[in-house]
């Protein structure tokens, strides 16, 4: 049973513009989250997927964020017109159903915006 | 409001030592679950362990060992005859039962010497 993966790694970027994440959760894994964690930080939600459906989104998660998960499968993140606020690693996480589950960790994407 | 606090930003031990990382949570649910994880250099977060808040007992892994109070709303880790491999930093984390995100703390750099 292989892991979340996570693709790219790191990505650079200039500013403005758009960027795309792709996460793969475990499969059978009906829960898929992204998290954001800057330098010193601890990750900070962005939003959640249960199965096809976004059921939360994070007041972090401004216009320029899109995230996808068309098939209830793997999961998409976009950023548009990056701003070099946005540097950060990404992350995304997957679990069975809820809250009580936990969750398991992709190793990220890196973002750095010059 | 949900809040996880880790005071301690850093700590040093030379191999062998014991080390106690504290954590401190706030939240108003009755039914909500304790993680903690641990983020080594490559990145990824690994998890070490959940509790819910009906399970006070405390546990042990190996040299690993996880004190649970509610009285002082606490969840601190402690890593027995520490070795260079526990070198991360480690997050604790509160998720509540009506909500789906992990609210993590600051966490704390442990680096271990030899």
Known sequence: DTG???????????????VTFRCDPISEHNRLYWYRQTLGQGPEFLTYFQNEAQLEKSRLL??????????????????????QGDSAMYLCASS??????????????????? | ??????????ISVVEKEDVTLDCVYETRDTTYYLFWYKQPPSGELVFLIRRNSFD????????????FQKSTSSFNFTITASQVVDSAVYFCALSEDNTDKLIFGTG???QVFP
């Open chain 1, 96 to 114: 069975l159903f809820d809250s009580a589950d936990i969750q398991y960790f992709g190793a990220g994407t890196r973002l750095s915006v010059l």
């Open chain 2, 56 to 67: 006070e007992q405390n546990e042990i892994s190996g040299r690993y060992s996880w004190n």
């Open chain 1, 62 to 83: 401004s216009d320029r964020f899109s995230a996808e998960r068309p098939k209830g499968s793997f999961s998409t993140l976009e950023i548009q017109r990056t701003e």
């Open chain 2, 1 to 10: 409001a949900q809040k996880v606090t880790q005071a301690q930003t850093e």
């Open chain 1, 4 to 18: 979340v993966s996570q693709d790219p790694r790191h990505k650079i970027t200039k500013r403005g513009q758009n």
């Open chain 2, 108 to 110: 704390t750099r442990l």
